[in-house]
């Protein structure tokens, strides 16, 4: 059964760097979300979509923005990288009232 | 504000199962129970959820309380590879509702 896939799995980037992580969902999930998970923290939620319009945000940073495209699949961006921002980024997705399904993470490391 | 309350760790012998506890005593009328698990910086991984109704499947089984203030995850038969933390979760039917994850249980089984 398709998952969801998430790209790149390793990102490495500098400080002020910026980083584009990339999500695609199950096909026919409407809903899309987006966690942040630092190093032995919890998930984090940051930001969600359905259908293709934002439907709720969490704690994310200012420097960061996401969009849901027409296609479903989703992109978060990550501008003026700071050394706190290092942590496994997860999407996951659903289809309407249904469970959430996570994709195995980017994880980004910011030096 | 966390919505359920969870032992932050126990121990299960191989073979043996597993009974996870979570308290949610302000559970509203709307509102599902879910479970997930994360194994070692994998992605949250979806066992189970549920109403009111126990509920079983292949993973597991989930017991709610009459008065729905708390509910137990059942893993008849623990592994190895059960070792990981439990996320006990309650989130409304609203479509854009996140998935809020506070401190689980890191369950460890032991050969």
């Known amino acids: 059964a398709a998952g969801v896939i998430q790209s790149p799995r390793h990102l490495i980037k500098e400080k002020r760097e910026t980083a584009t992580l990339k999500c695609y969902p199950i096909?026919?999930?409407?809903?899309v979300y987006w966690y942040q998970q630092g190093p032995g923290q919890d998930p984090q939620f940051l930001i969600s979509?359905?259908?293709?319009?934002?439907?709720d945000k969490g704690s994310i940073p200012d420097r960061f923005s996401a969009q849901q495209f027409s296609d479903y699949h989703s992109e978060l961006n990550m501008s003026s990288l700071e050394l706190g921002d290092s942590a496994l980024y997860f999407c996951?997705?659903?289809?309407?009232?249904?469970?959430?399904?996570f994709g195995q993470g980017t994880r980004l490391t910011v030096v | 504000d966390a919505k359920t309350t969870q032992p932050p760790s126990m121990d299960c012998a191989e073979g043996r199962a597993a009974n996870l506890p979570c308290n949610h005593s302000?559970?509203?009328?709307?509102?599902?129970v879910y479970w997930y698990r994360q194994i070692h910086s994998q992605g949250p991984q979806y066992i189970i959820h549920?109403?009111?109704n126990n509920e079983t499947n292949e993973m597991a089984s989930l017991i709610i309380t009459e008065d729905r203030k708390s509910s137990t995850l059942i893993l008849p038969h623990a592994t190895l590879r059960d070792t990981a933390v439990y996320y006990c979760?309650?989130?409304?039917?609203?479509?854009?509702?996140?998935?809020?994850f506070g401190p689980g249980t890191r369950l460890s089984v032991l050969p």
């Open positions: 996951a997705s659903r289809l309407s009232d249904t469970e959430a399904f």
């Open positions: 096909p026919r999930h409407d809903t």
């Open positions: 979509f359905y259908e293709k319009m934002q439907s």
């Open positions: 302000t559970i509203s009328g709307n509102e599902y």
């Open positions: 549920g109403l009111k």
């Open positions: 979760i309650v989130r409304g039917d609203n479509y854009g509702q996140n998935f809020v």
